[in-house]
């Protein structure tokens, strides 16, 4: 089984900074992508930031263009979000997911991980 564990949320200001890490472990080859969605009180959870390609593509959500960076560390099979210049309206639980292939020539699986909750407040 594979499990996927962030870290790294809480509370901050607006102007604020934070990064998330997601931690992958279990029988891993290769994490082909791994991405970032959120999801707010009443809303519907949408995608923030995803790495393709095993980290060499990066796409990332109009509304954080310019102040999220996604980054990975391929070789700790960890992902990570670096948020700054944060507003109330990134307050969100914050999900890290991938597609994780645990054997080469394995069906590439899809994994979620529990989130971790944001909140940027004065």
């Known amino acids: 089984q594979v499990q996927l564990v962030e870290s790294g949320g809480g509370l901050v200001q607006p102007g604020g900074s934070l990064r998330l890490s997601c931690a992958a472990s279990g029988s891993i080859a290769s994490i082909p992508a791994m991405g970032w969605y959120r999801q707010a009180p009443g809303k519907a959870r949408e995608l923030v930031a995803r790495s393709t390609s095993g980290g060499t593509i990066n796409y990332y959500a109009d509304f954080v263009k310019g102040r999220f960076t996604i980054s990975r560390d391929n070789a700790k099979n960890t992902g990570y979000l670096q948020m700054s210049s944060l507003k109330p309206e990134d307050t969100a639980v914050y999900y890290c997911?991938?597609?994780?292939?645990?054997?080469?020539?394995?069906?590439?699986?899809?994994?979620w991980g529990q989130g971790t909750q944001v909140t940027v407040s004065s």
């Open positions: 997911n991938a597609d994780v292939m645990r054997c080469y020539g394995c069906t590439l699986m899809n994994y």
